[in-house]
T-cell receptor
Framework: RKEVEQDPGPFNVPEGATVAFNCTYSNSASQSFFWYRQDCRKEPKLLMSVYSSGNEDGRFTAQLNRASQYISLLIRDSKLSDSATYLCVVKGGSQGNLIFGKGTKLSVKP | GAGVSQSPRYKVAKRGQDVALRCDPISGHVSLFWYQQALGQGPEFLTYFQNEAQLDKSGLPSDRFFAERPEGSVSTLKIQRTQQEDSAVYLC???????????????FGPGTRLTVT
């Protein structure tokens, strides 16, 4: 079982739609959680950290469920510019490295 | 401000050649990470430096891979006797972690796309 699992998609949605991505992780000792965004042939860019109480940044809302080892990202009012691959990322225990899921591809259509 | 920079951006190597990939982290970032990203996959961890110390190299796929960060700033990833399976994008990231309060938010460079022919 991979350490971080995501539905690869693609998710094809119209502009203005609300879309949700989910992710599960296997290491219960994981300490920090993030969503990164990666555009085609570009580097991953930090979208947001995920806090235990859940957090929101504009149209983006992230939730963490430690008991179920589950992380989610909700995007409201999708824009064409949201089209990208969204990477679920976990930092495990005392190790510094990040563990990435394979990513979920989102395509927002006019 | 200046982000993480990497050079070269693209590298084509013949099988068996040695290559050296450079990373310039964000100034003041203590930690530096190297990742390998194959097509259609998420980045996979290779190795990690805290200042000049290489604290984890568990992700290096073979002893042909070697990394250094001698002065705690610029880092070089070297691949000896390249093989076709080494073709990938090599990403460098830096972070303020483990400084007090830092959550290990890592900032990535644009990567080096290595193609071994």
């Amino acid at each position: 079982r991979k350490e971080v699992e995501q539905d690869p998609g693609p998710f094809n949605v119209p502009e203005g739609a609300t879309v949700a991505f989910n992710c599960t992780y296997s290491n219960s000792a994981s300490q920090s959680f993030f969503w990164y965004r990666q555009d085609c042939r570009k580097e991953p860019k930090l979208l947001m950290s995920v806090y235990s109480s859940g957090n929101e940044d504009g149209r983006f809302t992230a939730q963490l469920n430690r008991a179920s080892q589950y992380i989610s990202l909700l995007i409201r009012d999708s824009k064409l510019s949201d089209s990208a691959t969204y990477l679920c990322v976990v930092k495990g225990g005392s190790q510094g490295n990040l563990i990435f899921g394979k990513g979920t591809k989102l395509s927002v259509k006019p | 401000g200046a982000g993480v920079s990497q050079s070269p951006r693209y590298k084509v190597a013949k099988r068996g050649q040695d290559v050296a990939l450079r990373c310039d982290p964000i100034s003041g970032h203590v930690s530096l990470f190297w990742y390998q990203q194959a097509l259609g996959q998420g980045p996979e961890f290779l190795t990690y430096f805290q200042n000049e110390a290489q604290l984890d190299k568990s992700g290096l796929p073979s002893d042909r891979f070697f990394a250094e960060r001698p002065e705690g700033s610029v880092s070089t990833l070297k691949i000896q006797r390249t093989q076709q399976e080494d073709s990938a994008v090599y990403l460098c990231a830096s972070s303020l972690w483990p400084r007090q309060g830092a959550r290990n938010e890592q900032y990535f460079g644009p990567g080096t796309r290595l193609t071994v022919t």
